[in-house]
């Protein structure tokens, strides 16, 4: 068939790890946490360090314990001080990481929480604890400890928590004697793994017997030996819900009919990761756990799939709830093929089941149906999932609200062990192919909410995709692909409110992609190849039918300029990212966005915003809350941009302590970072770029007035000489006016009259001169 369909397509990958929660997932949709009821979570320790000697406390426990006693007045005077090296407040001090050798006996004795973890402590002589008597929790792990004494923890009577974990502490009867733990009655939680390090032996047998008074512990941690026998003291310990070996150092092996026998009272078992053989696995190993409802069994990849199936099948009709199954197949063997008998394993109480890494390739026909009825969330990433007729029969799923299939992008090391057959019939009927000209039409789980299809390889142009509309599906990630074209449309998903296409090199979008999702209200694309499409497509309006639409990612795309108007029309938007852009400008008009709650510009060539964009954020503040992120961007601080300055740092828009926000100041080719909330930066700019006009005026003014004031005083000061000048100017002019007028009335300018001696001087020297005068 020439398109492989999209559900059941997954990637030939291997992985090492399980594949848990990540910012984008199911997370919303799926069950509380399984450890909800574990003693040994109940305290919520925050760690504190001596230098920090006031305002500390260990968070109280959520169990009904209460507080007896009362402060001493010489507590009261010491409890906020440090004793020693140790930092304590009104109820608590923590001594751990002081090489302290011994447990200090100088602290308050009214203190309900002791940290002495990360110590060189190696012994707990009796009576250690004696002034201490009001203890609910106390921490010893990571020290030298290597056995105990009877009375080590004489007077804890209150102690509800305690950790002996990473310590050397052997399981045989001289590391713990008898009577060792019988004054903590009111002990829920003991941890006392990884005390058998690698390099030990691991032929134990657990001395149960110094268990026999603590009738109300609830959770215990250890480590598992070959051959392990829980013995038969575990009875006493009627309020037991969860054993966990997986903590520590587990090498079990093998577990035969009577090794769980009496500890028939447990709810929760994890025994993941301690090294099962399946050919070392009674079929009834199990069949004690009568009270059993979650059972934990990944990563013991020499278990096989089919070797605790069969084990699991002999409990199928227990009140099993919780199955998680990770990574049990050998990461070389062949694929699985999951058939009926495998699927009729499966307890028929079963709501929620992780199968990830186990090779799974194909089902058998008619096996979905078989599944139990109530499954509701279905975990089987990182297998090998190929397109079968299996595929038509999902929709009988009917329960599942959430279908797992992702993968990771993991490359195995060459295997150091030739691969062995699995021992049963791996596809053992190949997947027909067919054709056909009937419209592919997909036919989801009528109930399921979440489908995630990360990292499995699919490779298409989105083109024109139909789902059966009877379904309910609210997210749909298909992140960590290749989708180069988002074609569309896509049909049938009525109720999709969230689509995560992030890391999948789409580099082109249809407007009639979203014209069938009008209820998405979450659109992702982050860490995509759209700088180009935007460039090109400047007009386009992409999300036009994405009419309620509240979150859209653009992060991360290259994008140098995008359009205007590119979320006209979406005017319920609130949260908008645009981070990791390579943008110089933000030129796209947010005025319809009066929702807008985040606007993430973080990481981009961003030197400030335009007049329009900061009045409409001005103008939604009014309303509620907005945040605009400009980290890490080169925010101009020049004259220029100061009025965009002086903006951010008063709008109530920002970080208050502008965290990781930069300045690039002018002449200068790299920003800085700012420590001081600007304020230097007002400073200097305050100098640089101050208003000097007003000075000028009066300056020229000033100026005018002296010079004024100059010139009348010379003028006073000469006024009878320049009265003077004015007249003898204004009467040689007059002279020389009536000079000229009268000379046009006569013929001759000259009449000489002289005696006649002096003829040859008038007539040979002053004619002729006077006539060659002009």
């Known amino acids: ?419 062995q057959p699995a021992g049963y019939t791996q596809c053992s009927s190949p997947q027909k192919t067919f054709t056909s000209s009937r419209p592919l039409i997909i036919t989801l789980p009528p109930n399921l909410l979440c489908l995630d299809l990360r990292f499995t390889g699919l490779r298409y142009v989105l083109t024109e995709l139909t789902v059966n509309a009877s379904n309910s599906l609210e997210s749909l990630i298909i992140c960590d692909n290749y989708f180069p074209s988002l074609n569309g449309p896509i049909k049938g998903l009525p109720k999709l409110l969230k689509l995560y296409i992030s890391d999948s090199n789409v580099k082109d979008i249809r407007p009639q992609m979203f014209k069938h999702l009008r209820s998405l209200q979450e659109l992702r694309l982050r860490n995509d190849l759209l700088n180009f499409f935007f460039e090109q497509n400047f007009a386009l309006k992409v999300f036009i039918y994405l009419k309620n639409l509240r979150i859209i990612d653009l992060s991360n795309n290259g994008l140098t300029i995008i359009q205007k108007n590119i979320f006209d029309g979406l005017n319920l938007l609130e949260e908008i990212d645009m981070s990791r852009n390579d943008m110089w400008a933000f030129n796209v008009s947010i005025l319809n966005l009066f929702n807008l709650r985040i606007l993430n510009l973080s990481h981009t060539q961003l030197s400030s915003l335009p007049l329009e964009t900061r009045q409409h954020i001005n103008l939604v503040l009014t309303n509620h809350s907005v945040f605009v992120d400009l980290s890490f961007t080169p925010i101009h601080c020049d004259c220029t941009n100061i009025d965009f300055l002086k903006w951010m740092t008063s709008s109530g828009a920002f970080d208050a302590n502008f965290t990781n926000y930069m300045c690039r100041y002018e002449n200068s080719s790299s920003a800085v970072p700012v420590k001081d909330a600007y304020l230097q930066t007002f400073q200097y700019l305050d100098r640089k770029c101050a208003d000097h006009s007003i000075l000028f005026l009066v300056v020229i003014a000033a100026t005018f007035f002296m010079v004024t004031c100059v010139i009348v005083a010379l003028l006073y000061r000469f006024r009878w000489r320049l009265r003077y000048l004015y007249y003898a100017a204004y009467l040689m002019m007059k002279g020389q006016a009536k000079n000229a007028a009268n000379s046009e009335q006569f013929h001759y300018d000259v009449f000489i009259a002289y005696a006649y001696q002096d003829d040859d001087f008038i007539l040979k020297s002053l004619v002729p001169e006077v006539k060659n005068t002009p």
């Open 1 to 419: 068939m020439r398109i492989l369909l999209l559900i059941c397509m997954t990637s030939w990958i291997q992985v090492t790890l399980p594949l848990r929660v990540y910012d984008i997932d199911c997370i919303e949709y799926m069950p509380e946490s399984q450890d909800k009821d574990d003693a040994c979570d109940d305290f919520v320790v925050e760690a504190f360090t001596p230098d920090q000697a006031e305002g500390l406390n260990l968070k109280s426990i959520k169990s009904s314990f209460k507080y007896v006693g009362s402060v001493s007045h010489e507590d009261h005077d010491t409890f906020h001080n440090a004793h020693g090296q140790c930092t304590c407040d009104y109820r608590s001090c923590n001594c751990s990481k002081l090489n302290l050798k011994l447990v200090p006996n100088n602290l308050p004795r009214s203190i309900q929480k002791l940290r002495l973890d990360h110590n060189s402590i190696a012994v707990l002589p009796n009576c250690t604890f004696c002034s201490y008597s009001q203890l609910n929790y106390l921490d010893l792990s990571f020290n030298n400890l290597t056995h105990l004494q009877v009375g080590s923890f004489w007077g804890l009577e209150y102690l509800i928590w305690l950790n002996l974990g990473n310590n050397s502490l052997m399981y045989v009867k001289e590391t713990f004697p008898n009577g060792v733990f019988s004054d903590l009655v009111s002990l829920r939680c003991l941890k006392l793994h990884r005390n058998l390090h690698n390099h030990h032996q691991t032929d134990f047998q657990f001395p149960d017997e110094v268990l026999s008074n603590l009738t109300n512990l609830e959770s215990f941690y250890l480590d598992g030996f070959d051959s392990l026998v829980f013995g038969e003291h575990f009875k006493n310990l009627t309020k037991l819900k969860i054993l966990d070996l997986s903590r520590g150092h587990c090498n079990i092996k093998s577990l035969s009919k009577s090794s769980l026998s009496n500890i028939y009272q447990i709810s929760k078992l994890n025994l993941s990761s301690c090294n099962l053989q399946g050919d070392n696995l009674n079929n009834d190993v199990f069949k004690p756990l009568v009270n059993l409802k979650l059972l934990d069994i990944s990563f013991n990849t020499d278990l096989g799939v089919k070797s605790f199936m069969s084990a699991l099948k002999e409990i199928r009709n227990y009140n099993i709830t919780t199955l998680i199954m990770n990574f049990i197949e050998y990461l070389y063997s062949p694929s699985v093929h999951i058939n009926k008998d495998l699927v009729e394993s499966l307890p028929s109480s079963l709501i929620y089941l992780e199968a990830q890494g186990n090779n799974f390739e194909s089902i058998e026909t008619g096996a979905l149906e078989l599944l139990p009825p109530n499954l509701t969330y279905i975990i089987v990433g990182a297998n090998r999932f190929l397109y079968g007729e299996y595929f038509n029969e999902i929709y009988t799923l009917r329960s599942v609200k959430v279908l797992n299939l992702n993968g990771v992008v993991f490359i195995p090391n060459i295997p150091k062990y030739v691969a």
